[in-house]
């Protein structure tokens, strides 16, 4: 939808099974909404310099219930990283309203940064989320083995460590000896939620 944010509805690599929503949630489309398919290439070395084309299909799954709960997505967000191995930062996001978090995927990261991810209940209380050292072509959606409810106030606090700061600094434009960490190496997460309180 014209104006409207990009919300990812999959993330998939050839040979993985497709990842569904719990049962009552989908990813709502309104209309108008333009759906948009972006596929990176890369070629292993025996298919170098060998002309190569494409036949992928998507497939579109609609269904009917019309009581089934928006499935939205929350960006969790960091102002900037540090270029330095070993170094490690944090940053987190308070939800303004009571949900159940569905997955979590990286929107924008470099390589090569170990992220954790918890939830920081109002009450002190902490829930592990999810926990991964990105990779070049490696952007997938971790969903939970179950639905983490996650009450109004919550914090959902990311700590990250610097594994290699060459590839971050990579990643934005430049070597590590060269550029100062900037606005530029903002990087995102995007949590999947239904929310659990009246709007």
Known sequence: ?????????????????????????????????????????????????????????????????????????????????????????TFRRTLERGANGLAISPDRVPDNVTLQVEAVRPDGTRTPLVRFTTQPDWLRRYWFARPVGLPKGTNIEVRGTVEDPDLVAAAFG?????????????????????STDSP
């Open 1 to 89: 939808m014209k104006g409207a944010p990009d919300q990812a509805l999959a993330r998939w690599l050839p040979g993985s099974e497709p990842q569904l929503p719990p049962q009552g949630a989908a990813f709502r489309l309104e209309p108008g909404a333009e759906l948009v398919a972006r596929i990176r290439y890369k070629k292993t070395w025996s298919y170098e310099g060998k002309a190569l084309t494409d036949r992928s299909t998507i497939g579109v799954y609609f269904d009917k219930l019309v009581s089934a709960s928006p499935v939205k997505s929350l960006i969790v967000d960091s102002a900037d990283i540090p270029a330095a191995r070993g170094q490690t930062f």
């Open 174 to 194: 430049g070597p590590a000896s060269t550029q100062k960490p900037a606005a530029a190496t903002r990087i995102s997460l995007a949590l999947d939620i239904v």
